[in-house]
């Protein structure tokens, strides 16, 4: 059982390039989430769903997307990436939202040079 | 406000001693979630417990206990006989209802890194 899987593991961007962190989670859970993890600043939601074809707005949105067109995948695309955008992004999914234990994915580390 | 509060940033013990993570809370709700999740050097966040706030019994599990104590709004968590695998990040988290952000919201501390000297 694979539970999430992010890709990919690392990545080094210049400033202004765009990317997708792809997210997908074999557990037919309905919420999936995207937080940054900045050292010693704890993690922040970037955004959620709480099912397929419905996104939201989680507390640092800005300057990233989301799209959620079936169960398992939940990618994250950062458009114009700037440097305050490098952080060790986590995917997670829950089966019904934050009060069950999530599920994290082993993380992003991305730095924007 | 929803807040988690992890005063301790970073812990050292050696070996088989016993350590305790602290962590104070605040929230409005009356029915919230608290969490425990460690991040061991591997970097994935795994889960180690959730309480409700109707459920104020202790819990042990094996070398982990933790005290929930509503009068204190803290939720701490004890490894007893530490051994050099619980060194990892440990964060205390809160998940209950925000009404200006319109669901249940999880809050994060900022973490404990604790390190076991051999």
């Known amino acids: 059982n694979a539970g999430v899987t992010q890709t990919p593991k690392f990545r080094i961007l210049k400033i202004g390039q765009s990317m997708t962190l792809q997210c997908t989670q074999d557990?037919?859970?309905?919420?999936m989430y995207w937080y940054r993890q900045d050292p010693g600043m704890g993690l922040k939601l970037i955004y959620y769903?709480?099912?397929?074809?419905?996104?939201d707005k989680g507390e640092v949105p800005n300057g990233y997307n989301v799209s959620r067109s079936t169960t398992e995948d939940f990618p994250l695309r950062l458009e114009l990436a700037a440097p305050s955008q490098t952080s060790v992004y986590f995917c997670?999914?829950?089966?019904?939202?934050?009060?069950?234990?999530?599920?994290f994915g082993s993380g992003t580390q991305l730095s924007v040079l | 406000a929803q807040k988690v509060t992890q005063a301790q940033t970073e812990i050292s013990v050696v070996e088989k001693e016993d350590v305790t993570l602290d962590c104070v809370y605040e929230?409005?709700?009356?029915?919230?979630?608290l969490f425990w999740y460690k991040q061991p050097p591997s970097g994935e966040l795994v889960f180690l417990i959730r309480?409700?706030?109707?459920?104020?019994q202790n819990e042990i599990s094996g070398r982990y206990s933790w005290n929930f104590q509503k009068s204190t709004s803290s939720f701490n968590f004890t490894i007893t006989a530490s051994q050099v695998v619980d060194s990892a990040v440990y964060f205390c988290?809160?998940?209950?209802?925000?009404?200006?952000?319109?669901?249940?919201?999880?809050?994060f501390g900022t973490g404990t890194r604790l390190t076991i000297i051999p």
């Open positions: 929230t409005r709700d009356t029915t919230y979630y």
């Open positions: 988290a809160l998940s209950a209802y925000i009404s200006n952000f319109g669901n249940e919201k999880l809050t």
């Open positions: 557990m037919n859970h309905n919420y």
């Open positions: 309480r409700n706030s109707f459920d104020e």
């Open positions: 997670a999914s829950s089966y019904s939202g934050s009060r069950e234990k999530l599920f």
């Open positions: 769903s709480v099912g397929a074809g419905i996104t």
